[in-house]
């Protein structure tokens, strides 16, 4: 099955383009932190540094779902990269020259990150055009997994490159663009007429136009305020609160926090891979059995908080995530029309970094006062409670599940 599918010219570009920009986004996100700190030396200025990755996708994230409705996807896609090859590459010239500063710095990785909330939009949006709905929930998998390699792949990259130098990083993040240009200028499909309009008032007219058409939309609106609690109650404990545990028990708590990350990789690609052969259709009882198992995880190495029992958790959060997020991309895929997938695609990025940002500020404060372990069981209920709650109420009204159209239409 995934023989056939890579097969395909379209396809194949897709996820080779999309990859690449990947581990290039992965790496100088990494490297602008790096330098940061090289060139401060202060963690108020590094946490600057991260705050200027992630700002923009909260500003400009449901702005750049509407640019993606309006323009062809395809022209905006190699437009965007090829702005930031020239944003990327002149970092290496600033910093060949020893002109580099802090500030300079910053205004580049905001730039970088605020065409990404243009660019990530588009790019999802092109996958249901050149897929038919047989074969999508298998790309979206080979999609996913795709991105997951990547983070794996990344610190290996990253190691390599610090023997040279960070600025190193920048070339090859440069260099990914131009591979994503290529692969991009590759893939062909039919466009719709595009609709732009210049007023910056048309914009917020259709963003609020598409909140409109979204509160009559039962399945999604479901699917996003899950989304949110379940993102909100795993961030802070999983990226986090593991860390903090480890560091409290054991020496060599970065290591081990490095190798349970890619044990929890591995089993999230296993995972992606295996679901098309064994589920058919994706719906919200999947998407609820996945947010489940997600949950249990959490409240295993939660109750049990050893080191041996945090990777088995892991193991149970690397199967349950995938399945939540691979139904939640095929539902919104299935149910958002074309005009309108942009939008849709921008407003569940910004939903999940929101939920980022608030899980990592509020757990935060919470965990001066409450033990990282009583935090981790709590997260893990609320998640389990949450998505058993759901499963039943499916289950025992079938009148109101019908609100719900588990099964989009062929």
């Known amino acids: 099955m995934y023989k056939s599918i890579w097969n395909d010219k379209n396809i194949r570009f897709y996820l080779i383009g999309g990859g690449v920009s990947r581990l290039g986004d992965v790496l100088s996100g990494m490297a602008f932190l790096f330098l940061a700190y090289d060139l401060t030396e202060s963690a108020v200025y590094t946490t600057g540094m991260a705050i200027a990755e992630t700002a923009p996708y909260l500003i400009f994230g449901l702005v750049g779902g509407v640019i993606a409705d309006w323009l062809p996807r395809k022209k905006l896609l190699l437009f965007l990269d090829c702005l930031r090859i020239p944003l990327v590459f002149s970092v290496v010239v600033f910093h060949h020259f020893d002109v580099i500063s802090y500030v300079y710095l910053l205004i580049v990785s905001f730039l970088i990150q605020s065409i990404g909330c243009f660019f990530n939009p588009a790019h999802r949006a092109v996958l249901p055009q050149i897929t038919s709905i047989a074969e999508r929930n298998m790309v979206n998998s080979l999609n996913d997994t795709v991105s997951r390699g990547v983070t794996i792949l990344s610190p290996v990259i990253s190691i390599w490159l610090l023997s040279y130098g960070v600025i190193y990083f920048f070339l090859l993040d440069a260099l990914t663009y131009v591979v994503s240009v290529f692969c991009l200028s590759k893939v062909h499909f039919t466009e719709q007429?595009?609709?732009?309009?210049?007023?910056?008032?048309?914009?917020?007219?259709?963003?609020?136009?598409?909140?409109?058409?979204?509160?009559?939309?039962?399945?999604?609106?479901?699917?996003?305020l899950l989304t949110f609690m379940v993102v909100f109650f795993n961030t802070w404990v999983w990226e986090v609160g593991l860390l903090l545990a480890l560091t409290d028990m054991t020496s060599k708590s970065k290591e081990i926090y490095s190798i349970l990350q890619g044990f929890f990789g591995v089993t999230v690609i296993v995972t992606n891979l295996c679901v098309p052969f064994f589920v058919k259709k994706l719906n919200v009882i999947i998407y609820l059995i996945g947010a489940g198992v997600w949950g249990i995880g959490i409240l295993y190495y939660g109750i049990l908080y050893e080191i041996g029992h945090f990777f088995i958790g892991a193991v149970l959060v690397g199967v349950g995530l995938p399945i939540s997020s691979l139904v939640r991309v095929y539902l919104i895929q299935s149910l958002v029309p074309e005009s309108k997938l942009g939008r849709a695609f921008s407003s569940n990025a910004v939903l999940l970094y929101l939920a980022n940002t608030l899980s990592l500020a509020i757990f935060g404060l919470l965990a001066l006062v409450i033990p990282i372990q009583g935090l981790m069981v709590g997260s893990g209920l609320l998640?389990?409670?949450?998505?058993?709650?759901?499963?039943?109420?499916?289950?025992?009204?079938?009148?109101?599940?019908?609100?719900?159209?588990v099964n989009p239409p062929e």
């Open 383 to 405: 998640i389990v409670l949450a998505s058993l709650i759901g499963l039943l109420f499916l289950i025992r009204t079938p009148k109101k599940a019908r609100s719900f159209p």
């Open 193 to 224: 007429k595009p609709q732009f309009n210049k007023s910056i008032k048309h914009v917020f007219l259709a963003i609020a136009e598409f909140f409109t058409w979204l509160k009559g939309q039962g399945t999604l609106n479901y699917l996003f």
